[in-house]
């Protein structure tokens, strides 16, 4: 079983920038496709950005441009670095794994955007 930990949401005014990070256990993280998903209030769970295990990136049209998604293998982690941070990112972000037809998540870290 994959445990994922995020950490680095808290609060920041719009124009700011925050770096998310999520830690995962395991000895094959570098085979898993990562991602970051967010919910905010309301709404359903959405992809932000995914990496392959190769390297390749995704990324929602409405943070192009502004968040980037990257890995470390050999630390079991990978980033979204937040930038040019608008009111509507406020939400809860997740960190997910996955490898073949097994997903695994994280609980969340909250983030925050307003003046």
């Known amino acids: 079983q994959v445990q994922l930990v995020e950490s680095g949401g808290g609060l920041a005014q719009p124009g700011g920038s925050l770096r998310l990070s999520c830690a995962a256990s395991?000895?094959?993280?570098?085979?898993?496709?990562m991602g970051w998903y967010r919910q905010a209030p309301g709404k359903e769970r959405e992809l932000v950005a995914d990496?392959?295990?190769?390297?390749?990136?995704n990324y929602a049209d409405s943070v192009k441009g502004r968040f980037t998604i990257s890995r470390d293998n050999a630390k079991n982690t990978v980033y979204l670095q937040m930038n040019s941070l608008k009111p509507e990112d406020t939400a809860v972000y997740y960190c997910?794994?996955?490898?073949?037809?097994?997903?695994?998540w994280g609980k969340g870290t909250l983030v925050t955007v307003s003046s």
């Open positions: 395991g000895s094959i993280f570098s085979r898993y496709t």
């Open positions: 997910n794994s996955i490898y073949g037809y097994v997903s695994y």
């Open positions: 990496i392959t295990s190769r390297g390749s990136t």
